[in-house]
């Protein structure tokens, strides 16, 4: 089975402290430690397992600037086996449909059994898979947390749904997925794993490459515009806890006791 996962380098929210911009159109970027989005290591992980029960290939793919580089790397140290990524000046502040065409300009240049997306990047957004998908009229199914191949035309998806409840679908290839968290235990990426890939050659891709105009990504083509960006006011009532951790979970434990919440 070939699989494609797509793949966001994003702020790594256990190595910064998040600011937002004076101007509240984004997040200070300066000096931040980057990461792969969590969902998307799952995602990867996934593929990786169906890879080495079922044989095929995984391609991690990523939109970003040449920085982005480095998560490819990163998830091929893993264990993917190509790095695909899709990096132009025109790309710069896409919205997500416009994430979500230039992902579909580049599906359609393989050939791919399995296209895997996180449920979720930093923005919160989670459209990039649901519009990827329906641009390629693909089937498509969210929050999945479990896969089993059935063969090479069908899988069945296991989907988290409300009330703690599980769905199983059998879902027909090639088919969309993103992935939740906590479908399997990502593996552990050591710096020697970094090394080996280190010199791997990982293609770029631009909008002549991937058959774009430019005019239909970036920021004056995005439908959808952040027009403010803050922290909202602190409502009557609400106590922020201060103090280290263990200190905050006392204070949690003496309030929940003195409103009748633990015995
Ligand atoms: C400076 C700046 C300006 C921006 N301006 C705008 C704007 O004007 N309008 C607007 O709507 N958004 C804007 N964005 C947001 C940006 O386009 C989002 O990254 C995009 O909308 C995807 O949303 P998300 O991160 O919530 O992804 P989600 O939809 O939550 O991500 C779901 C999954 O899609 C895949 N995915 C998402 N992004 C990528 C990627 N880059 N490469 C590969 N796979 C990916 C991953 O698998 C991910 O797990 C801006 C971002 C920045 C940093």
Redesign the pocket.
Known sequence: MDIL??????PDTAENEIEIKGDG??IE?DDLVYSV?E??NY?TEEAIQIRDDKGGTVTV????DEE?EEVLRRQMAMGADNGIL?SDDAF????????ASI?KAEVEKGKYDLI??????????????GM?AAMLDLPYAALVNKIEVIDDKKIKVGREIEGGNQELNEIELPCVL?IQTGINEPRYVGIRGIRKVASVEIPTHGTGDLGLDAGSVG?SA?K???VDYFTPEMGAGAEMLEGSMDEMVEKLIDMLKAKGGLK
Request: aromatic share 2%; net charge negative; with cysteine.
């Open positions: 996962v797509c793949v966001k380098r994003v159109t984004d970027r989005n969902w998307d995602a793919v990523t939109v970003g982005a899709l710069e502040d896409t919205d997500g449909r416009g994430i992902l895997l997306t996180g449920a979720q990047a930093d923005d919160g957004a989670a459209q990039v898979g990827l993103s920021a995005a959808v515009k952040r």
